[in-house]
């Protein structure tokens, strides 16, 4: 029964049911669908929580990839608005292998917590390239 810790901006979102998967580095034992997740804040440290009274379970894992977009020759600026791309963006994001759109990318960010892509890419600033998984969850 694995335990994900997260930071304290993800609480709300997860309480509310608007967080529902998590983008993590792969793990040495790797998190499968069916396998009950312990969602906590603050592990490892005075005061940490879980989230969640009850666990939650992984519905499914899918990989990502995250990185500046290498076609275009992108800077890696962030953008300052979802409507501020223009024909190629300045960063790529793949999960399972299929390369998310525009569209695709705003919804990643909000179901991940965010409340719009150009804070997720805030997130991620000097954090990329990045090669993980999405884990997703329901509850039990």
Known sequence: ??????MKQFVEPIRKKRKRHTIRADRKI?????DRLFLYTGLRQ???Y???EDPVT??????IKIQVCGRCGGEGEIPHSSTSY???PVFEIYVDGDWLDQDEC?????ADGFENFAMMMSFWDGRLP??????HWRDA
């Open 58 to 63: 992984c519905s499914r894992v899918q990989q």
């Open 86 to 88: 223009s024909s190629c």
């Open 46 to 48: 005075k005061g940490a």
């Open 30 to 34: 790797p998190i499968k669908a069916g």
């Open 1 to 6: 029964m694995p335990a994900l810790n997260f």
């Open 106 to 110: 705003e919804r990643l960010a909000q």
């Open 130 to 135: 990045f090669k993980g998984q999405i884990i």
């Open 50 to 52: 879980r989230i969640l």
